[in-house]
């Protein structure tokens, strides 16, 4: 039986290698774990009754994410263009927009998708109705987009951008703006084309990243004991 002598080199590259890759496999299904928690959240709590604005402070924040919620109020003058979206292989926008309620609580409400190509904000993105109620599915106010230079907003309105986070949107609009962000329902007065999603990737993605680390970890393995065991 021939002896076990991978030698040095390629045991240090084996040593190296090996644990990177279980740990980038075990980190994917983690994310595909949270990602599947956040779905089924999503599922049950968007099929709950329809709450208003009063019943909407009445209860715990928790139990509040991915709720559909109807509020009565107008639209403001101060508009997000979130850059670089696309949707059926057509670049375009993401509208964000403002919405004070009757209760002086304000909004920010992702009213959906506007293609790039002939965009006309006067015309086809400025809601001009007054004492309006929409309705919409209350998510966390996290990022939408991603901004790789940070940099502060463009002055003026409506402001194209490639990033829209809480701290960000908070201190640009110098109001203590909600913590949820309304995805606004496609029959509300102001709604565009609806691509919100409550996750990026779905949980299947991560795991099937998963396998494909773990899948190389495997080969290594079994590349290392073939060398090992093979004959000069």
Not at 2 to 12: Q, R
Not at 109 to 129: D, S
Not at 130 to 143: A, H, M, N, V
């Amino acid at each position: 039986m021939s002896k076990f002598s991978p030698g040095k080199l390629m045991t240090a590259f084996f040593v190296f290698f090996f644990p990177i890759l279980l740990y980038l496999g075990s980190w994917q299904v983690i994310r595909g774990l949270e990602k599947q928690d956040i779905v089924n959240q999503h599922y049950e709590n968007k099929s709950l009754p329809v709450v208003s604005e009063k019943e909407m402070f009445n209860l715990n924040a928790d139990k509040l994410t991915y709720r559909t919620v109807n509020l009565y109020g107008e639209f403001g003058a101060k508009t997000y263009l979130l850059d670089n979206r696309l949707y059926r292989q057509e670049a375009g926008y993401e509208v964000f927009t403002t919405f004070k309620t009757s209760g002086n609580e304000l909004f920010l409400v992702n009213r959906g998708w506007a293609p790039k190509e002939g965009f006309n904000y006067e015309e086809e993105i400025q809601v001009r109705e007054k004492k309006i109620s929409i309705q919409g599915l209350l998510s966390p106010f996290k990022r939408f987009g991603l901004n790789l230079v940070d940099e502060e907003y463009a002055e003026g309105w409506p402001k194209i951008v490639q990033q829209i986070d809480y701290q960000g949107a908070r201190k640009d609009l110098d109001l203590n703006i909600n913590k949820s962000v309304i995805q606004l329902s496609a029959g509300s007065i102001g709604a565009l084309e609806p691509i919100w999603k409550p996750v990026d990737l779905k949980p299947s993605r991560h795991y099937g990243y998963a396998l494909q680390w773990y899948g190389l970890a495997l080969v290594l393995i079994c590349s290392y004991f073939y060398y090992g065991f093979k004959k000069d």
